[in-house]
């Protein structure tokens, strides 16, 4: 019988992927992201291992967004108080914190567990195009 084979944790020797989000739609960028922060695009991928990536995304601010979302699409805050539900539109949350559209996106296709958890901690986004990773040498990903 053959055994199975399990990939190794990479621990440091993780690679470093930059993603410019400049018009590119939201949706299909958090897709790519999820996936690199997975490592689903690798040949090793095991759901229980955590082998993914660093994923470095900039110009947060300027990701695109399809149809009316602009106005119509909604962000939801709870702080755990009576009344403390805090609603914001997709414009109002591009003004104030970009970096979290894409942050939502992306965790909201990841699995809701400890690994994911750990994963998103790995997830660099900036508003513009400079960023501080620059030692790490990323590799640049054109969508």
Do not use: C
């Given at each position: 019988?053959?055994?199975?084979?399990?990939?190794?944790?990479?621990?440091?020797?993780?690679?470093?992927?930059?993603?410019?989000?400049?018009?590119?739609?939201?949706?299909?960028?958090?897709?790519?992201?999820?996936?690199?922060?997975?490592?689903?695009?690798?040949?090793t991928f095991d759901p229980s291992v955590d082998a993914g990536a660093f994923v470095i995304v900039t110009?947060?601010?300027?990701?695109?967004?399809?149809?009316?979302?602009?106005?119509?699409?909604?962000?939801?805050?709870?702080?755990?108080?009576?009344?403390?539900?805090?609603?914001?539109?997709?414009?109002?949350?591009?003004?104030?914190?970009?970096?979290?559209?894409?942050?939502?996106?992306?965790?909201?296709?990841l699995p809701k567990n400890n690994i994911a958890r750990k994963m998103m901690t790995r997830l660099k986004?900036?508003?513009?195009?400079?960023?501080?990773?620059?030692?790490?040498?990323?590799?640049?990903?054109?969508?």
């Amino acid at each position: 019988m053959q055994k199975s084979y399990r990939a190794p944790n990479p621990g440091e020797n993780r690679t470093w992927f930059l993603i410019d989000a400049k018009d590119q739609p939201l949706g299909r960028l958090a897709v790519v992201v999820a996936n690199k922060l997975r490592a689903k695009d690798l040949p090793t991928f095991d759901p229980s291992v955590d082998a993914g990536a660093f994923v470095i995304v900039t110009n947060a601010a300027s990701v695109k967004l399809s149809g009316n979302k602009e106005e119509q699409k909604e962000y939801q805050r709870y702080s755990g108080y009576r009344n403390g539900l805090k609603r914001f539109s997709a414009a109002e949350m591009r003004a104030s914190h970009p970096d979290r559209m894409i942050k939502e996106a992306v965790w909201g296709m990841l699995p809701k567990n400890n690994i994911a958890r750990k994963m998103m901690t790995r997830l660099k986004v900036f508003a513009g195009a400079e960023h501080t990773h620059a030692a790490q040498k990323p590799v640049e990903i054109k969508l």
